[in-house]
């Protein structure tokens, strides 16, 4: 019954592969989602890049879009995206796998949240110099692979350790699990 209006986009604008929706500030500005969205690529080969954000519900009926917010990740087509405290500290963090054009790897990088609100105009991603950052994990499989889904399993209070699975659509079946984000 709730409609929220969403940012007016151009013709020219990306088309949206896929979205999250959550609450990425903190305090949650409840009852209200945010959404992290991931573009489709554009160009192609080496040259392609992906985009994904956060739209930060900013009163219950419309969304901030912050250039803070956005992440390009370049040398991709594909981006797959997956929530969950990974540390432990009650605010969202998130992890995203792509398969970087020319290789057989995956790339699965992981951002922190930092609870950011659409107030503060500040980012929702803790920058890198900081605990987020990615790791390359390689396949001896002979054809690259192509990542399709991820998940992450709730953090336990007893780990130390966030686990992430990546499914692999190129291979059949195959899923690989990854232990990520340490506390």
Known sequence: RDLHSFPTRRS???RVSSFVTGAF???PYLPNTDMLYVN???????????TAGILLNSNGQNFTNLIENQIVF???TNVVPA????NGDGITDFAFAFVPQGTKSIEICIYYGTGATAQS???SF???SGKSGCEVIPSNEPNPPAVSYMAAFPLQPTSKVAQLIVEDSAITPCTWWRRMASR
């Open 12 to 14: 020219s604008d990306l």
């Open 25 to 27: 500030q903190n305090p």
């Open 40 to 50: 489709a690529a554009t160009g192609s080969g080496s040259s392609s890049s992906v």
């Open 74 to 76: 370049a040398n991709a």
């Open 83 to 86: 929530i969950g405290d990974y």
């Open 121 to 123: 105009q500040l980012s």
């Open 126 to 128: 803790e920058p890198f």
